[in-house]
């Protein structure tokens, strides 16, 4: 069924979601995966701002593989460079000049990345930054923030999405594991602390910032609603990690290369020590990377921290990540600002039919990457605002979303690329005022 010939069924994918439950647990690869509604979906091919199901739907998407394909599906100059990489090689466990040239784009364009280490997923890539801040500290802990997500790996899932009670010292917030089967002693050397909050921070800093290795964070929460910094306040959590000798990561698996040409940092203008990156560098190809401080990654180099991985920097998603960077530094400021029109056009066409009847609900965040909220609020600030939102309504809505044709996060982010035209979002305004209409008469 193409869009606009009413409304969207999803039978097939459901029959065939529930023949995939008894060989693969939850019928997905990724836990994520299971907040699709009314159920994981079955898709068979992704073309510009479009998704094709094997019910014969033409979705119009802004999951956008959770944010890699910044350029839409299958980008044609990514696949030409990727099938001409294919028919010289798939992978070497060795050197090749792509990578040399994707890492050189990276420090051209993030304004924190003097070296950079390439490897396949923004886990990973996280897992690389603690360690090299705790080998150039000398030090054992590390704090992250409520809300803040920094992939699946024991020492960082904690505290993403759960509310959050006060730390036992009454300072910041007891870490809580996201998952079952996390080591017990995972969170030891953790300290959560409310983000935004620049004078909470300080007074964790003040009473423990000696043993304090790095502090981490995504520069814009993006995990839990899209919520930028307040003002002046990536500016003072620098402050405070330089005078207590403290590594500063930015996470930017998701902003890096969304939030504009240099990321969030380039953004808001703070550098931090340590970059992480991923997602939309390579087009939907695996990559990862950690970047930063030449001084910090050096000792990668020596071999004295260890970082490894099979399919690091492999040449098929080099060949992604070279053309894709390429691309986006050719473009350069003025490619972000037309992409950033274009958001600005849907969110400004979301508010207003969401005002037109009358639904509390929020549209929040970045122009490439926003939010939908059920609340009154005005604005969300923080992960413990997040909570206060309706979520189980915006569950509720996805589906009737998903009728219509259109198809965002479970979460509730829509992820912009260059493929949605003015015409496909003003088309997906016109389908969402339908969903909204037709969950309003079912509600
Ligand atoms: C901010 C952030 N960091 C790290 C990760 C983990 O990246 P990956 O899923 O590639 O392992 C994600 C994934 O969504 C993320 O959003």
Known sequence: MQAGAGKFGFERSRLLHEASKKVIPGGVNSNIRLGER???IFFESGE???????????????????????LGHRPGFVVEAVEAQLAKGILYGAQHELEVEAARLVTRMVPSAEAVRFNMTGTEAVQAALRIARAAAGRDLVLKFEGHYHGWADSM????????????????????????????GAGA?????????AEALARILSDRGGSIAAVIMEPVMANSGVVEPVDGYLEAVRRLCDDHGIVLIFDEVIT????????AQGRYGVTPDL???GKAMASGFPVGCVAGRRDLMEDIGTGAITHAGTFNA??????????????????????YARLENRGRRLMRGLREV?????????????PTIFNLMFTDRREVRSHRDVLTTDRAMRTAFLPFLMEDGVRISGLGNLFLSDAHTEAVIDETVERFDSALRTFGSAS
């Open 256 to 263: 890096g290369f969304r939030a504009g040409l240099g990321g």
């Open 38 to 40: 009314p159920h994981p």
């Open 354 to 366: 969401i005002s037109g009847r009358g639904v509390p609900c929020l549209v929040q965040g970045l």
């Open 48 to 70: 510009g701002p479009y998704l094709y199901d094997v019910d014969g739907n033409r979705l119009i998407d802004y999951v956008m593989g959770q944010g890699p394909m910044l």
């Open 275 to 277: 970059t992480t990156m």
């Open 157 to 184: 899932l904690f505290n993403t999405g759960s509310p959050s009670e006060p730390g036992s010292d009454g300072l910041g917030v007891a870490p809580v594991p996201e998952s079952s089967g996390i080591a017990s």
């Open 189 to 197: 050397p953790l300290i959560v602390a409310p983000w935004n909050d």
């Open 314 to 335: 492999s040449p098929i998603s080099m060949a992604a990540a070279r053309v894709t960077l390429e691309h986006l530094y050719a473009g350069g400021e003025e490619w």
